[in-house]
């Protein structure tokens, strides 16, 4: 099949390498001409485990291409995967669709013969007759159906994700456009499940499940804060909890609030549909709320560690949303960060994949490290942010020897607590 797919961001393009590598003909296009001009050097142009080789074998198969052109990526496409970034409205914080209008807009006037276009980028819901209106205005003769294709991908597991879907959710008004997403998706046929839905239904799903996942994580942290009172221990709790098959163990990780490119900004535009529907969503608006909190209190927890000790030194391990990528939008530990920063203090980091997006976006407020040790030498509080595997290796003998204090706030329960103390270390978990 030809597909084009419109942004190459953290979902168009290992979507793009994914279906490419499935052997369909991708045309990715992007606004921005350096990404294009990097992804046509052969230069990827984010950080997603296993993009990289795939990526060179479907540019060499020439299965994929890239463009800033709307017209060579949507003229002969079966299909156009629109994938462009929804963010908060800076005001009112529900999805800002000015990117969403404009590919829809921009695309109009290419469209030759039958085409699908599926909307991947999180979208209101309404927003499929809105893209429909905007094309049959710009382009009146034009032959398509607008289908929406949510994505489920997580960070860091890309491409793992597009090959092994939990599900795939397919918001479809019509026969035909149903049979071309079939098609599309034919290799995964008994391997996933399809479910095929109105198409407002598919909007509402993907920031109902969002929202979900974000009240989930909210949960535990709250859960968390209770055995950090009482005694209990929130590893403990949460395995104990996710055995029950009706709850199940994932996004039982306390830590230090959920972060990244959609859940903050999803949870914002869903509570701003309910009050848009006069919809009461008191678990969405409390789970907004206390996600805000915890960051400035994990922020206290870490002053709180060297507030005895003048001039202190952070180290800070993590500054990724997560592991596994290089993203830092509304990244937990980006806000921690910059809490610590306005409080005057001097802080020194380590990130595996991140460290250029974050130095792009803290420029010289901070110090950057090589590597792990690098970031400790000196330091009076070490601050485990992001859950890299890597930190977990982290030699505690070693780290007592280089530093100044010995002091841990491990903001993601991933150092061994035992041994930190063994190493004399005051160690300072999440929820134990
Ligand atoms: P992104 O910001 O990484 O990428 C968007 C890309 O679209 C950018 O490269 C931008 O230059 C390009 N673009 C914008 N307008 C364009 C236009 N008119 N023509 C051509 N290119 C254009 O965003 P992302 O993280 O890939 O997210 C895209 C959408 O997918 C969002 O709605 C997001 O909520 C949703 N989503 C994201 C994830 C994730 O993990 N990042 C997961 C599921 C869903």
New binding site residues.
């Given amino acids: 099949m030809k597909v084009g797919i ?8 290992p979507t793009g390498v994914g279906l490419a590598e499935l052997g369909n003909e991708v045309t990715c ?4 001409p350096k ?1 294009i001009e990097a992804l046509k050097a052969g230069k990827l ?2 950080y997603e485990d296993g993009l990289e080789e795939l990526f060179h074998k479907n540019v060499k198969a020439g299965r994929i291409r890239f463009t ?1 052109s ?1 017209k060579e990526g949507v003229g002969n496409a079966d299909l156009v995967i629109i ?5 908060p409205h800076p005001v009112t914080k529900e ?1 800002d669709m000015k ?1 969403i209008h ?2 829809a807009t ?1 695309l109009a006037e290419y469209l030759n013969g039958y085409t699908v276009i599926a909307t ?4 209101p819901v309404g927003t499929g007759d809105d893209v429909e209106a905007l094309i049959s205005k710009k382009n009146p003769f034009a032959d398509f159906d607008v289908v929406s294709l ?6 860091g597991f ?1 491409v793992h994700d597009f090959f092994h879907p939990d599900r795939i959710v397919v918001g479809a008004n019509t026969e035909k456009a149903r049979n071309v997403i079939k098609e599309l998706y034919k290799p995964f046929e008994g391997k996933t499940n399809m479910l095929f839905v109105k198409r407002r239904s598919s909007e509402t799903i ?1 920031y109902a499940s969002n929202a979900f996942l974000a009240i989930k994580i909210h949960y535990i942290n709250e859960m968390a804060d209770f055995c950090e009172k009482t005694g209990a221990d929130i590893t403990e709790v949460a395995k104990g909890m996710g055995l029950d098959t009706r709850i199940g163990p994932r996004f039982l990780n306390p830590g230090p609030g959920y972060g ?3 859940f903050p ?2 949870t914002m535009a869903m509570a701003y549909m309910a009050r848009q529907n006069n919809v009461e969503m008191t678990l969405i608006n409390a789970a907004i709320e206390g996600n805000l909190r915890r960051k400035k209190q994990m922020a206290e927890r870490i002053l709180d560690a060297v507030k005895e000790i003048e001039n202190p030194k952070i180290a800070v391990l993590g500054l990724a949303f997560k592991d596994g990528t290089d ?1 830092c ?1 509304e990244s937990p530990a980006m806000e921690i960060v910059g809490e610590l920063i306005n409080n005057k203090a001097d802080v020194t980091a380590y990130d595996p994949k991140a460290m250029g997006t974050a130095c792009f976006l803290l420029g010289d407020k901070i110090n950057y490290a090589d590597d792990m040790y690098s970031a400790l030498k000196g330091a009076d509080v070490l601050a485990v942010l992001t859950e890299w595997q890597e930190f977990r290796t982290l030699d505690l003998k070693k780290t007592a020897e280089i530093m100044r204090h010995k002091n841990i706030v491990d903001c993601r329960n991933l150092l061994d607590a035992e041994e930190a103390k063994q190493n004399g270390f005051v160690y300072r978990g999440i929820g134990r």
Avoid: H, N, Q
């Fill in positions: 419109i942004g190459t961001g953290y979902v168009g393009l296009i992007d606004r921005e990404k142009t984010l800033t709307m994938a462009v970034g929804t963010p999805a990117y404009a590919a921009e991947k980028s999180t979208v949510p994505e489920f991908l997580r960070e890309a993907k990244g490119s959609c900004k999803d993203d939008r």
